[in-house]
């Protein structure tokens, strides 16, 4: 299956992350902490928890601080109250967009989300306005020139929902949420090194923007969400 240009985002993010990193930091801190409050404090049983440590490790996160905020969220040290919220709205030219928060004060966060859509030619919609167009979805990804053959046997025996071969020759292995795990650590067991891992929202359908200035747009809001300290995740359906 042949999908699109993937490759360039993703050492764009990273690019952004590493020029931010005490911003990113504190986004992991934060999914590390609500991770463990919600699903306690051993990694091996609880996945979210693992998948937000395996992240601040490629991150180069200390041990120390991963410790940290697991005992803050598991109540074993005094933190602050942190809540999910989703947000969901329109881009320019009608691209949904869903923005994934955690925050100790939900006024503030809706207040500078709808700001930033504001600014960006888009608008907040309704609950559900747009989540319907998503599906939880893992996605394990390879930068181009990877083994493909050997990408697709261990894919294939570990249960993986599809193999993509994105315009770039980088590869997506698709899975459901409750096989990602098993997918990705046999990658690992392979010595099959994946550029980016994660359990993500993927669109049904693209929306392909019409010039060159509505998809600065859209960058323009993807990242100004992604700059905000209670943003953890921005999700939308453009084709850039």
């Not at 947000?87 to 500078?112: M, S």
């Not at 020759?169 to 994946?194: C, H, N, Q, W």
């Not at 929306?207 to 060159?212: A, E, G, I, R």
């Amino acid at each position: 299956m042949a999908g699109h240009s993937k490759w360039a985002n993703i050492k764009h993010t990273k690019t952004r992350q590493d020029v931010k990193r005490g911003k990113i930091f504190t986004k992991l801190i934060r999914e590390i902490t609500i991770a463990a409050r919600l699903g306690g404090a051993d990694i091996n049983a609880n996945p979210r928890l693992r998948t937000a440590v395996d992240k601040a490790l490629i991150g180069n996160m200390t041990r120390d601080t991963i410790n940290r905020a697991i005992k803050r969220g598991s109540g074993a040290e005094e933190g602050s109250n942190l809540f999910e919220s989703r947000y969901e709205g329109y881009g320019p030219f009608g691209v949904a967009v869903i923005v994934e928060c955690l925050t100790d004060n939900k006024n503030r966060t809706v207040a500078e989300v709808r700001h930033a859509f504001s600014k960006c030619s888009g608008h907040l919609g309704n609950e559900n306005s747009v989540a319907y167009l998503f599906k939880k979805t893992g996605v394990i990804t390879f930068a181009p020139e990877s083994p493909e053959e050997k990408i697709m046997e261990v894919a294939l025996d570990t249960g993986a929902d599809d193999i993509i071969h994105n315009d770039d020759g980088s590869i997506d292995v698709i899975t459901s949420p409750e096989m990602f795990e098993k997918v990705r650590d046999a990658m690992t067991s392979a010595k099959l090194a994946f550029a980016d891992a994660e359990v993500t929202m993927l669109a049904s359908t693209q929306v392909s923007l019409p010039n060159q200035e509505a998809e600065q747009q859209m960058v323009e809001l993807t990242e100004m969400l992604e700059d905000l300290d209670d943003v953890q995740h921005v999700y939308s359906n453009a084709a850039l």
